[in-house]
């Protein structure tokens, strides 16, 4: 009887995911808080634990990144990357995903990428080069920096007191293991895309357009001097501010016994890193809108803004449901499963995987199952290992990024197969996931 209550329980609260993400936007979140109202009143589950930590470091972040976007300062960016990679153009397949990658580090949101997706296309394009083998693991590229982000709400949940935080992961282990897990992940994945594909001028979509008329190599160049605009002239400094504070996270990650402490009823405590963040975040907000003279009415109006609350919205409900069931029914969890969990913790990665899909968003996805992972006894290290398994939304073609990018390419080389998963973007997906895995365990034995 009991098992039969907690399947039920199960199948509530997976239909309620599925309409959520169906709906999108803040429908994830509110349809998460059906579930959480359904398993308080109904089955009399003690509510779980909100994500407040998490949801209030999407905050601060986004608020500094929508401030840095008033100011100019993404344009900025993406006018640099974009000289950079017109320099470039022969290996257009590998600086454009390690640009992506490092803007989402840098800025802990993939929703960055969509300045750089039409210039990596019309670069390759313009080259010669299949667009479809850039802009596939750029998309990809893009969302794996969130797993290494030293901002992103992802990282920040997975760090927070109440998960790994609590078991003496700090932000050092995430960068230590992510950051060159990913690198590598997205050159082993660059090398493999270059190779799918027709070459473009063989490609019949493509030769079909130009002869159409609906390309034209000659004016193209042309196009990305659009796309690179002239910048507020103190967009850079915004820029530096924004660096400077992310910096500043990093090395209070990085070297916890520097961070500021108090003592209360005589015993020595150090303020926690995701108060760190919020703190150093929100002051960096403040001093970007004033070395780059940016509106704060600019900031909330932009995209970036927009992208954050929607996550934060989704994060308290999604979460919020998926810590209520997993904590109310640990105990059959542990019974059930624990065994061949601590066996086979690639399970675990699996099912890590295929939750992403359901929620769209990494942070989510950490809050929801990292807590059964907890409860099963999983080495701590090893769920850090597992971490870029959150990725796993690439698996359906209608994240934001991966539409952008299909738009974006004019060729038609970009785009989605008949059968609908067999789309631009598989490949990328699973290599970038796999690989960066299983570095990520590689480097775990030396820690």
């Known amino acids: 009887m009991a098992t039969a209550i907690i399947l039920l329980q199960l199948a509530i609260v997976l239909a309620l995911i599925f309409i959520g993400a169906r709906i999108g936007g803040i429908g994830l979140g509110i349809f998460g808080m059906v579930g959480v109202f359904i398993l308080v009143f109904f089955f009399g589950l003690k509510p779980g634990n909100l994500p407040i930590d998490v949801m209030l470091i999407i905050v601060s972040v986004i608020t500094a990144a929508s401030a840095l976007q008033a100011a100019g300062g993404l344009d900025y960016l993406v006018g640099l990357a974009a000289k950079f990679l017109r320099k470039h153009p022969n290996h257009i397949t590998y600086f454009g995903p390690l640009t992506t990658w490092l803007f989402c580090i840098v800025a802990g949101t993939a929703h960055t990428c969509y300045s750089l997706l039409p210039i990596i296309s019309e670069i390759a394009t313009n ?73 473009l001028q063989e490609d019949e979509i493509y030769l079909q357009k130009v002869k159409e008329g609906i390309i034209d190599p000659e004016k193209d160049s042309k196009l990305i001097d659009e796309m690179i605009k002239n910048p507020n002239p103190r967009a ?135 807590p059964l992972g907890i409860g099963l006894g999983i080495s701590p290290l090893a769920l850090v290992a597992m971490f870029p398994a959150v990725n796993g939304y690439f698996f359906l073609p209608n994240y934001p990024t991966a539409v952008a990018a299909i738009n ?23 290599t970038t996931t796999i690989v960066s895995i299983g570095v990520g365990y590689l480097i775990i034995q030396f820690l």
Request: hydrophobic residues 55%; glycine residues 10%; contains cysteine.
């Open 127 to 199: 080259s010669k080069i299949r667009p479809e083998r850039p802009l596939g693991v750029s998309t990809v590229a893009a969302s794996l920096g969130i797993t290494c982000s030293p901002v992103s709400a992802a990282t920040a949940a997975v760090i927070s007191t109440d998960l790994l935080g609590g078991a003496g992961i700090e932000l050092k282990h995430i960068l230590l293991v992510g950051i060159p897990a990913s690198l590598i992940a997205i050159l082993v994945a660059a090398f493999l895309q270059n190779r799918i594909g027709k070459e």
């Open 408 to 430: 974006f390419d004019r060729t038609g080389s970009t785009r989605i197969g008949r059968f609908v998963i067999n789309h631009s973007f598989q490949l990328a997906g699973f």
């Open 236 to 370: 850079k400094y915004a820029v530096m501010a924004f660096l400077l504070g992310v910096l500043t996270v990093v090395v209070y990650g990085s070297f916890p016994s520097i961070r500021p402490s108090f003592v209360l009823d005589g015993e020595l405590h150090r303020v926690s890193m995701p108060e760190i963040i919020e703190i150093i975040m929100m002051s960096v907000a403040a001093l970007i809108l004033f070395v780059g003279k940016a509106k704060v009415g600019d900031a909330v109006k932009g995209n970036v803004f927009a992208a954050g609350m929607n996550a934060m919205v989704a994060i308290f409900g999604i979460a919020w449901m998926g810590d209520t069931f997993f904590n109310g029914n640990l105990a059959f969890f542990k019974e059930g499963i624990a065994s061949v969990v601590s066996q086979y913790p690639f399970l675990f990665a699996i099912a890590l995987f295929i939750m992403s899909i359901m929620l769209f968003s990494q942070a989510a996805t950490v809050r929801t199952l990292y």
